[in-house]
């Protein structure tokens, strides 16, 4: 929106430069992106008469004037505008003029005759150009003064960017008292008296529709729709980027930006009964005042006299019914039209108005009356004619209604973060038109706030802190750090869905989804004991239980991917598991989330530089190993007696004591019945693997780490973990880590014996350790080794 800075302090003036009021208007949420002089600066152009005009001897199109500019003599000055003509006011270049562009003028000589300046047509001194030749001012312009002063050219044209919710500042009106508030000035608005009814002529109107809650119309007769537009209400116009038209347009355009009502102006001989106030009705078209024909949908809102729609409403008017220069009676609309009726029909036909501008966001529904007083004023004043009384309709029930918002000094403070006084809060909300009952002061209560009439964004206690704080000014809230008196607790991490899942994808594994249901006869296979819970209407044979198992919807996958030469298969599936085991009826029903994993074939894939090997069951293990780690678990591996694994290659996943899954080769008879060959899977609770952890930092130590081999001779019955956890308890904390390297069975080994390196990596977190330390420790695991497992060192 474009308004001129000379109309605007003409209804409040702060003691503020232009750019401070830019400033203000911006920190108060109306972003100014543009502030201008009406013309770029020049110098030495005043108002001057024609006195004579003769033809340039040498030149058909050149003429040679003399002109009076109110001081000395009169200025010889050659021209070649066609309009140039005796008696004309028009502005004058004197010698030592600067016009825009750096253009300096000079004495000079045109065909052989002195010029001693130039007369300047609009363009010459930055404003547009209506006419072919020079811009002829008023007869009553008076000679010699300044042209800039004159036309007020150093009025400056403020650009701002009006938000959807500030519907209510789309008008000088609405700036004014926004500056108003901010600089507490009073604001100094245009008398609008009602104006007195000298003729009977009227419309009735017929209302039948909500979305126009109230609609106002008077008849005018007798107008000069030919008068001429005063230039100061050009000038407002034209600054506030409107074009000018005809008086009467004029007078509803100036209106429109001065109050900020649309309104418009029917002529009354075009209008056939009464006028209606209705939905469109199918196929009914219009042509609109931009001459573009279309056709209007059900759910368009259109002014309408018996028989024909005169206009889309509040949007466009159409050209059949517009007034022209012939025009002498006019039927004059103001109305209010719900937001929700006219949002996005300007749109759909393709158009963008300065009314549907303002219906879209909201325009004061208070505010028909005094506006169509204020261009009855204007049209009596400016084109004569007649009024008739004002016909005002409305729907009470469909006018929108202002609720009263509970406020209190606490909420406001506390959603702003600083302090106010109530006082502020108080005059504030006041001046910004509210109606505020109450004490703020008082904690029980507080202030209760009836919003105005236009303003529409207004609706819940947040609103009016937001008021309250930009009329406070933004940049004048302190920086103040918040003070939190909270209990900080140990940072948790934890292990998510997407990174495990995105774990099992880099090591081979690709995703599988598949319903929760199963074949029974696999399930059975699987687990001939397991207890089935079956379905009343499965979709199909194949899926006609609740599975128990995330392998029995994995395998037929396996069995799907090696019947069509897929060779080496590695899926894993993230879902549901159902233990009813112990369940007695549907609501007893267990809901395991799991995590299972099914490989087959190679350990790698087939490439030239690593030869393919079976998968076994240490890269199972490995792999399951590198998941636990990524979770921050320490797993235990325990032999398993699964059913459906084989019973020397399976184990059970303990963590802290629990068995949280199983890992293993399924059972050589099972594959066979499946036709499979080896055949690794494993099952985890997913709980466990995404449950939270929190990560605990050892500080590293600056010392060398000593290592130390062992090897011994010990029962094959007795697992690796078993040993370690020995090793681990007797050496004590300084051992940091150890880890089997050598496995040896075979010649000089007796059956049921089997030889097994350590490695022991020992290191103290703040000095070197000695080696009688390291001896000492190394002695206390030989020793323990001994004593639980009998084992015995081996010679090297």
């Known amino acids: 929106m474009k308004i001129s800075e000379n109309w605007l302090r003409s209804w409040v003036n702060p003691a503020v430069d232009s750019d401070v009021l830019a400033h203000q208007l911006t920190m108060a949420g109306l972003e100014v992106d543009d502030s201008s002089t009406v013309a770029k600066p020049f110098t030495g152009v005043v108002v001057g008469e024609v006195l004579t005009v003769e033809q340039h001897p040498d030149a058909d199109r050149l003429r040679i004037t003399t002109v009076n500019i109110g001081s000395g003599e009169p200025l010889q000055i050659v021209c070649g505008a066609p309009n140039v003509a005796v008696g004309l006011k028009v502005p004058v270049a004197t010698i030592g003029a600067v016009l825009p562009g750096d253009f300096k003028i000079k004495k000079g000589k045109l065909r052989g005759v002195e010029s001693h300046g130039m007369l300047c047509g609009a363009s010459e001194i930055d404003l547009e150009d209506s006419v072919n030749g020079l811009l002829i001012l008023p007869q009553d312009a008076p000679i010699g003064t300044d042209i800039r002063d004159y036309l007020k050219l150093d009025d400056r044209v403020i650009e701002i960017s009006i938000t959807p919710n500030r519907g209510d500042c789309f008008s000088i009106k609405g700036i004014a008292r926004e500056l108003g508030v901010i600089n507490n000035l009073a604001v100094t608005p245009v008398e609008i008296q009602p104006v007195t009814a000298t003729i009977a002529d009227k419309k009735q109107v017929q209302l039948h529709s909500a979305g126009c809650p109230r609609y106002a119309g008077r008849v005018i007769n007798n107008i000069n729709a030919q008068a001429k537009t005063p230039q100061w209400m050009v000038d407002a116009l034209s600054r506030s980027g409107i074009r000018v038209h005809s008086v009467l347009v004029d007078i509803t355009n100036y209106v429109l930006l001065e109050q900020g009502q649309p309104l418009h102006a029917f002529d009354l001989s075009k209008i056939e009964g009464d006028i209606q106030v209705r939905q469109a009705k199918p196929q009914e078209k219009l042509k609109l005042l931009n001459e573009q024909d279309i056709e209007l949908a059900d759910d368009v809102l259109v002014i309408s006299d018996d028989h024909k729609v005169l206009a889309m409403a509040g949007i466009m008017g159409g050209l059949d019914s517009s007034v022209t220069d012939s025009t002498t009676d006019i039927f004059l609309e103001s109305a209010f039209f719900d937001p929700l009726a006219i949002a996005g029909r300007a749109r759909r036909y393709g158009m963008h108005t300065d009314a549907s501008q303002r219906y879209e966001r909201g325009v004061d529904f208070e505010l028909a009356m005094p506006a169509i007083e204020r261009a009855t004023q204007l049209i009596l004043q400016l084109a004569g004619g007649e009024a008739g009384e004002v016909v005002l309709v409305e729907q009470a029930d469909a006018l929108p209604k202002r609720l009263p918002i509970a406020l209190s000094l606490a909420q406001v403070n506390q959603l702003l973060g600083y302090e106010v006084a109530a006082d502020f809060v108080e005059q504030t909300l006041s001046r910004l038109g509210m109606q505020v009952n109450g004490n703020g002061n008082n904690e029980n209560k507080g202030w209760e706030v009836i919003p105005p009439s236009y303003r529409f964004d207004i ?338």
């Not at 209407?537 to 994995?554: F, K, Q, Y």
Request: proline share 4%.
């Open 459 to 796: 609706a819940i206690k947040e609103d009016l802190i937001e008021e309250v704080a930009r009329i406070y000014g933004y940049d004048n809230i302190q920086t103040k750090m918040p003070v939190l008196e909270i209990e900080l607790k140990p940072a948790q991490d934890r292990l998510s869905i997407q990174q495990l899942r995105q774990a099992l994808v880099s090591l081979g594994y690709q995703e599988a989804i598949s319903f929760s249901f199963s074949d029974e006869k696999l399930e059975k296979q699987l687990n001939p004991e397991v207890k089935l819970l079956k379905l009343a209407n499965p979709i199909s044979s194949e899926l006609g239980a609740m599975r128990s198992t995330l392998l029995s919807s994995l395998i037929p996958s396996v069995q799907y991917n090696l019947n069509r030469q897929q060779s080496r298969v590695r899926l894993f599936e993230t879902g549901l598991r159902f233990d009813y085991e112990q369940a007695t009826g549907i609501q007893d029903l267990k809901q395991i989330p799991t995590l299972a994993m099914i490989a087959t074939g190679t350990a790698i894939p087939e490439q030239w530089h690593a030869k393919a090997q079976s998968m076994d069951f240490y890269d199972l293990k490995g792999e399951i190993e590198r998941i636990l780690a990524s979770a921050r678990l320490a797993a235990a591996f325990k032999p398993s007696s699964l059913p459906w694994l084989h019973p020397g290659q399976s184990a059970n996943i303990v963590v802290q004591g629990q068995v949280i899954g199983y890992l293993g080769r399924l059972h050589p008879a099972l594959e066979d019945q499946l036709d499979l060959g080896k055949t690794w899977v494993c099952e985890v609770d997913l709980d466990v693997l995404l449950q939270p952890y929190v990560s605990n930092f050892t500080e590293l130590s600056r010392f060398p780490t000593v290592r130390r081999d062992i090897a011994i001779l010990i029962s094959a019955n007795i697992t690796i973990d078993q040993i370690q956890h020995t090793i681990q308890s007797a050496a004590g904390e300084w051992l940091i880590q150890s880890w089997l390297f050598d496995v040896y069975t075979g010649q000089g080994i007796e059956v049921g014996q089997r030889s097994l390196a350590f490695a022991l990596l020992w290191q103290h977190p703040e000095r070197t350790l000695e080696d009688a330390e390291i001896k000492e420790g190394m002695q206390r695991v030989i020793d323990a080794l001994q004593d639980t497992y009998k084992a015995t060192l081996r010679a090297s």
